[in-house]
């Protein structure tokens, strides 16, 4: 199995800065790709950003130019580096992978994983 622990949530005001970090660990073998979703009240998650194991990434059209993803394969980490935020980026953020896992001598196929979720408030 695989835990997913976010951290960097809180409050900021509108036009500032947060980052956020999700660190997986577990019987990892393989991670191939690492997201952030977010959901804010009263609507469905959506899918805010991802990046691939050779770094590719794609955005929500909301997000575009305003957030970063990037992710450290050595450490099984996955950050989301969030500038120029604003009120509608209120929500709680998610980190998701894709991942394999080993038990025994054994691999396990390619499951699907989330984190408990951090807040993010932005105040205008």
């Known amino acids: 199995q695989v835990q997913l622990v976010e951290s960097g949530g809180g409050l900021v005001q509108a036009g500032g800065s947060l980052r956020l970090s999700c660190a997986a660990s577990?019987?990892?073998?393989?991670?191939?790709?690492m997201r952030w979703y977010r959901q804010a009240p009263g609507k469905q998650r959506e899918l805010v950003a991802q990046?691939?194991?050779?770094?590719?990434?794609n955005y929500a059209d909301s997000v575009k130019g305003r957030f970063t993803i990037s992710r450290d394969n050595a450490k099984n980490t996955v950050s989301l580096q969030m500038n120029s935020l604003k009120s509608e980026d209120t929500a709680v953020y998610y980190c998701?992978?894709?991942?394999?896992?080993?038990?025994?001598?054994?691999?396990?196929?390619?499951?699907?994983?989330w984190g408990q979720g951090t807040q993010v408030t932005v105040s205008s």
């Open positions: 998701n992978v894709d991942a394999r896992t080993s038990y025994g001598s054994s691999i396990d196929s390619l499951r699907n994983y």
């Open positions: 577990g019987s990892i073998v393989y991670i191939h790709i």
């Open positions: 990046i691939t194991t050779n770094g590719l990434t």
